[in-house]
């Protein structure tokens, strides 16, 4: 049916239709681009800050759990977006900032604002072992070994007995706590509710954003371009590519760590069953869905694979079904994904 589809749109047969539609987009675009970013900024934080009082447990549960893959996917946009390299082992920086938060609070009682520095830097330690074995390798060869030191990971902290405890995992982890004003004077509380931890979150995705934006649009940010457009010519204008693919590894990695850390907090209890290969294709797919390289797209592809199976639950086993069929659309009539990155100027093979 979505071939049939596919061709019938190709063929010119649905026209009628998407004229009028592509006319209705094009005035609602020119309408919106009057708005000043920052009306469209304020209002978006806004809603965020306002979502849990105006919303449920359940919602603040996906709520949660958005806003870390979009912590996640943000990251690995800097390898795979940014730089061009397929990293299919990404979860395991995820993995390594959890269990160090995890050990910290355990073993040593460290707060969770203080390990949280902690943790990216040892994922970021982590991406440079995995990232340094594959900087001379490309396309499959490079897929095939992040996937490869990704399982690597995850089997040592599954067989670690004496620090991981292996597949049982760790019990036990300390929520955040800050100081705030409590019967009369400044105590320390807790961080609990999930809607006190919403804002834990939110405050770290907002970091995430800010700083992959301003990645982005650096000028380490042009050289991660250049390597993912053309390798040998970011050589030839002098640009150090095995330096900036290390550097693409190391700070995606920090955004995972960060992520992971709070998920350890938030559950209380991580075990290596969190962090498996699904979860790196769930995480690479939200890239993908969204626009490689964008982080308006990465943050929609997160709503997109974590918040619309929520939606469909009621339909229980054909949720899974209607969720396919919609990527499946997304690809054929939408490839660049749902919110194409925007190219810095103007290359000559597009002007022909």
Same mark, same amino acid.
């Given at each position: 049916i979505l071939l049939a589809l596919y061709q019938i749109k190709r063929g010119g047969w649905l026209d009628f239709a998407l004229r009028p539609a592509q006319a209705l987009r094009e005035t609602a675009a020119s309408a919106t681009a009057k708005v000043p970013t920052w009306i469209w900024l304020v209002l978006v934080a806004a809603g965020a800050l306002a979502f849990p009082f105006?919303? #449920?447990?359940?919602?603040?549960?996906?709520?949660?759990?958005?806003?870390?893959?979009?912590?996640?996917?943000?990251?690995?946009?800097v390898v795979v977006g940014m730089a061009g390299l397929l990293d299919l082992g990404y979860i395991a920086f995820y993995g390594v900032g959890a269990y160090t938060y995890a050990l910290l609070s355990v073993h040593y009682?460290?707060?969770?604002?203080?390990?949280?520095?902690?943790?990216?830097?040892?994922?970021?330690?982590?991406?440079?072992?995995?990232?340094?074995?594959?900087?001379?390798?490309?396309?499959?060869?490079?897929?095939?070994?992040?996937?490869?030191?990704g399982e690597i990971v995850r089997i040592v902290i599954n067989n670690w007995m004496s620090l991981t405890n292996g597949p049982n995992g760790i019990l036990g982890i300390k929520t955040p706590g800050v100081y705030w004003w409590d019967d009369g004077g400044f105590g320390h509380i807790w961080l609990t509710?999930?809607?006190?931890?919403?804002?834990?979150?939110?405050?770290?995705?907002?970091?995430?954003?800010?700083?992959?934006?301003?990645?982005?649009y650096s000028r380490i940010g042009r050289a991660f371009e250049a390597v993912r457009e053309d390798q040998t010519a970011a050589e030839l204008m002098g640009v150090n590519t095995l330096r900036i693919k290390l550097l693409a590894y190391a700070m995606g990695a920090v955004f995972g760590g960060l992520a992971g850390a709070f998920f350890a907090a938030r559950m209380r209890f991580i075990s290596p069953e969190s962090f498996t290969f699904i979860e790196s294709a769930m995480v690479l797919a939200m890239?993908?869905?969204?626009?490689?390289?964008?982080?308006?797209?990465?943050?929609?592809?997160?709503?997109?694979?974590?918040?619309?199976? #929520?939606?469909?639950?009621?339909?229980?086993?054909?949720?899974?079904?209607?969720?396919?069929?919609?990527m499946a659309l997304m690809m054929l009539f939408r490839p660049r994904g749902l919110w194409p990155a925007k190219r810095l100027g103007a290359r000559s093979e597009e002007k022909e």
């Open positions: 105006v919303t #449920e447990r359940y919602a603040h549960d996906v709520a949660i759990s958005v806003l870390v893959y979009i912590c996640l996917g943000l990251g690995l946009n009682g460290l707060s969770f604002w203080l390990s949280l520095p902690i943790a990216g830097c040892f994922s970021a330690i982590a991406g440079c072992f995995i990232g340094y074995p594959t900087l001379r390798m490309r396309g499959d060869y490079l897929a095939i070994v992040t996937l490869g030191f509710s999930l809607n006190q931890l919403y804002f834990v979150i939110l405050g770290l995705a907002v970091f995430t954003v800010v700083a992959v934006y301003r990645l982005n890239v993908v869905l969204g626009g490689m390289g964008s982080i308006p797209g990465v943050i929609l592809g997160s709503l997109a694979l974590i918040a619309l199976p #929520e939606v469909f639950r009621g339909f229980e086993l054909y949720r899974m079904l209607v969720f396919g069929g919609v």
